[in-house]
C-alpha cells in the first residue's frame, strides 16, 4: 500500500542534474493546485531528493506553502530511481490528446476558467475549424448574401465555453464573406429556422 507523508517543503531537495525545464509551467500548476488542492504528492527517493514533482515543488513555494504531501520510493535502487526519474518525464511527452474528446470535455465545464492551466480555448477552436491544409483547403461561401432582405438575431457570448459548444453545435467553420472585399471569419450568421428546429428537438427530448 503505497504511503503518503507530508513533509516540510525546506526538506525536499530539488535533482541538480534535473533535465526538465519546467519554469513556463509553474504558474499554471500553481492555479491548478490552487484550484483543486495538492492532490498528486512529490515522490522522492530515500534521501528526500525529488524523482517526479519539481515543478510541484515551485508551485507550492509560489503558493506559500510550507509543507508538502510526499511519497517515499524506499524499494527503488538508485539506477531505478534515476530511470523512472526520466520516464516519467518522457511518458507526459509521448502522450496526446484525442482533440474532438477533448472539445467535448472543454464544452461542458462551464464555471472554471481552463485558460488559467494553459489550455488556449480560442486557439483551439481555431485549430479545430482548421483543415489540414490551410493552404489547399477551400472556404464554403456564406450562406446570406449581401443586398438580400433578411430579419435576424445576434447572439453575444459571454464567455469561449459557450461560444465553443454552439459553434460545435451548429458546425461552424471558416467562410469566405465573397464580397468585394475579400474577408475570412468564422460563420456565426445561421438560419433562424435552423435555431428554431433544434430547440424544439431538445424541448421534446426533455419532456
Given at each position: ?114 485558460d488559467k492551466f494553459g489550455f488556449e480555448l480560442q486557439k483551439m477552436l ?15 461561401k456564406m450562406e446570406l448574401k449581401a443586398f438580400e432582405h433578411y430579419d ?56
Amino acid at each position: 500500500m503505497i504511503k503518503i507523508i507530508e513533509k516540510s517543503i525546506d526538506e525536499l531537495i530539488p535533482y541538480e542534474n534535473n533535465a526538465r525545464f519546467n519554469d513556463e509551467a509553474v504558474e499554471f500548476v500553481a492555479n491548478s493546485i490552487k484550484e483543486f488542492g495538492m492532490k498528486n504528492p512529490i515522490l522522492v527517493d530515500k534521501n528526500m531528493v525529488i524523482i517526479a514533482g519539481h515543478t510541484r515543488l515551485k508551485a507550492l513555494k509560489k503558493l506559500g506553502w510550507e509543507k508538502a504531501p510526499v511519497i517515499i520510493a524506499e524499494d527503488l535502487d538508485e539506477e531505478q530511481v534515476k530511470a523512472l526519474r526520466l520516464a516519467d518525464n518522457k511518458a507526459g511527452e509521448i502522450a496526446q490528446w484525442d482533440e474532438d474528446l477533448l472539445a467535448i470535455e472543454m464544452q461542458n465545464i462551464k464555471n472554471i476558467d481552463m485558460d488559467k492551466f494553459g489550455f488556449e480555448l480560442q486557439k483551439m477552436l481555431d485549430e479545430a475549424m482548421a483543415k489540414d491544409n490551410v493552404q489547399e483547403r477551400k472556404l464554403k461561401k456564406m450562406e446570406l448574401k449581401a443586398f438580400e432582405h433578411y430579419d435576424y438575431l445576434v447572439f453575444v457570448f459571454d464567455n469561449q465555453h459557450d461560444f465553443v459548444g454552439m459553434a460545435q453545435e451548429f458546425g461552424l467553420e471558416k467562410v469566405d464573406a465573397g464580397y468585394t472585399v475579400r474577408k475570412l471569419g468564422i460563420g456565426r450568421v445561421l438560419k433562424g429556422g435552423e435555431l428554431v428546429k433544434r430547440l424544439r428537438d431538445k424541448n421534446n427530448n426533455i419532456e
